[in-house]
């Protein structure tokens, strides 16, 4: 099969949505099929056009968008420009991942080509736009990202939701768009490496040193600020924990200045992106417990990292993260809760016995979310489409 794929967002942008298509497309080219990838161009690092590993990435040139400078926004007359080309090529289906103007294009090359549209719902987007419009009111930010969900999805054949939790929303959106229940998951042979004790040492941290890792998007909606309350707590206890906070984004000066504010200097690090293919595994594993309690989270891949790699978890359960913990054997599940999380976080870094059998069960729990099982899901639903075979159930449209 030959698919299309539009993005407004993949790499050198770091976040959730741009691991997601890396690891679909490379699953599929590793069954046979053929990917092709529309996405912004970055600057000079990024390129026009080049191959991610077996698949194809055009790059269309983009502006900065204002509001968010981490991101791009491509050019009306690079998607007009590509337009014709891209509609000479036989796709078997159109697979966009993001709502703005890949979603317009693909609509619109769908239009034109009558090839099947998929789209998956990457983004609890009521949830994101509060924080990224404050000027507006949240009431108001809500009910236009609904309003957008609903005409959105009603423009493509068929939607990939990555959590039940998350087509529950949805539902009380009043989508009703036939729907696939399909996580990303992992390529768990990516996770298999790591040296904590290296990372520890090229960073002047002690073997015992107690240490928490969180890795993330540096924004208000991974709710960061909460695990920098729950370390100060900690240190009570620990005055020589140490945490570790992996990743970029908009909300690195607020939360350093909040560090400062809660007298965490000497015990927070801020480490930035790391390479996922190195640093960052090591990373991951020099944590004695990895943090979390972003949400917003739609699927919560970096819970799954964390189990592959066998590090002990501690975090809330909302949304899509509530799916990954809800069996896990790895992680203790807490409310956000300030001193129910930092209890659970505690109870950990006082039992080395403990934290032992949480990370042994890690990857047997991270299993489940091999990307090789669920995107021969991917590739079934593509060829059902093709072919205009019935698949899926339709959302239950309500108030």
């Known amino acids: 099969m030959d698919i299309l794929m539009l993005s407004d967002v993949y790499f050198p942008r770091v976040n959730g949505v741009s691991s997601s298509i890396r690891t679909y497309a490379r699953a599929l080219v590793a069954m046979g099929h053929r990917v092709t990838l529309v996405a912004p161009d970055y600057g000079p690092d990024s390129g026009q056009a080049q191959h991610d590993g077996d698949f194809e990435v055009i790059r269309l040139p983009a502006r900065v968008i204002f509001f968010d400078p981490e991101d791009r926004l491509m050019k009306q007359s690079a998607l007009r420009a590509v337009l014709p080309q891209l509609a000479e090529r036989r796709w078997d289906a159109i697979h966009i991942h993001t709502p703005f103007r890949a979603h317009k294009f693909g609509v619109r090359l769908a239009r034109r080509t009558g090839r099947p549209t998929v789209e998956t719902y990457h983004t609890y987007f009521e949830e994101y736009v509060a924080h990224y419009l404050p000027w507006l009111p949240p009431s108001l930010t809500r009910m236009v990202a609904r309003r957008a969900s609903r005409k959105l999805c009603g423009e493509v054949d068929h939607l990939i939701v990555p959590s039940q939790q998350m087509v529950e929303v949805l539902q009380r959106y009043g989508v009703d768009t036939p729907t696939t229940v399909l996580p990303t998951g992992l390529a768990l042979e990516e996770f298999a490496r790591g040296d904590g004790v290296r990372f520890r040492a090229d960073h002047g941290i002690a073997p015992a040193q107690p240490t928490l890792v969180t890795v993330s998007r540096l924004a208000l909606e991974k709710n960061i600020g909460f695990l920098l309350q729950v370390a100060r707590k900690l240190v009570a206890e620990f005055p020589d924990l140490l945490f570790i906070v992996a990743g970029e984004g908009p909300d690195a000066e607020r939360l350093k200045k909040l560090a400062a504010t809660l007298g965490l200097q000497n015990n927070l690090r801020f480490f930035g992106n790391l390479d996922r293919r190195t640093t960052l595994l090591d990373c991951y594993r020099a944590g004695d417990v990895f943090v979390f309690a972003s949400p917003t989270e739609t699927q919560g891949l970096v819970l799954i990292e964390a189990m592959a790699l066998g590090v002990p978890i501690v975090s809330t359960a ?82």
């Open 318 to 399: 909302v949304m899509g993260t509530a799916t990954v913990l809800r069996d896990a054997r790895s992680a203790v599940v807490s409310g956000e809760d300030v001193d129910e999380f930092a209890g659970h976080v505690g109870a950990l870094l006082r039992s080395p016995e403990r934290r032992a059998a949480l990370s042994a069960w890690g990857p047997t729990d991270a299993q489940a979310w091999s990307a090789e099982g669920l995107m021969r899901k991917a590739a079934v639903l593509y060829e059902d489409l093709a072919k205009g075979a019935p698949v899926g159930a339709a959302l239950v449209a309500s108030s």
